[in-house]
């Protein structure tokens, strides 16, 4: 496993952007896919976006598609989500997870950070 710390959350005006970071420790990080979940007030967690373990290839949730990019920096242990175009409906605590295989299931990822809050205001 690795250990996962995020960090980037906070406040923002809707339309505005954050950048999300996501350290990893643990020499096999560049060996794990990646994704970002999130989960808002009394909701399920839900996927947001997914990174393979070379970067190459890059999966979106429809919600998200268009306004965030993931990527990732394996010389830095580093996974990251750019996002823009923020809407309040994108308001929820923002998890970076690792997988040791390509899945967009919450149940598949085996690391998990503690989570940084994100409130997008109207």
């Known amino acids: 496993q690795v250990q996962l710390v995020e960090s980037g959350g906070g406040l923002v005006q809707a339309g505005g952007s954050l950048r999300l970071s996501c350290a990893a420790s643990g020499r096999t990080f560049s060996s794990y896919f990646m994704g970002w979940f999130r989960q808002a007030p009394g909701k399920e967690r839900e996927f947001v976006s997914a990174?393979?373990?070379?970067?190459?290839?890059?999966i979106y949730a429809d919600s998200v598609k268009g306004r965030f990019t993931i990527s990732r920096d394996n010389a830095k242990n580093a996974v990251y989500l750019q996002m823009s175009s923020l809407k309040p409906e994108d308001t929820a605590v923002y998890y970076c997870a690792a997988a040791k295989w390509t899945t967009t299931s919450r149940t598949e990822y085996d690391s998990w950070g503690q989570g940084t809050q994100v409130t997008v205001s109207s």
């Open positions: 990174i393979s373990a070379t970067g190459g290839n890059t």
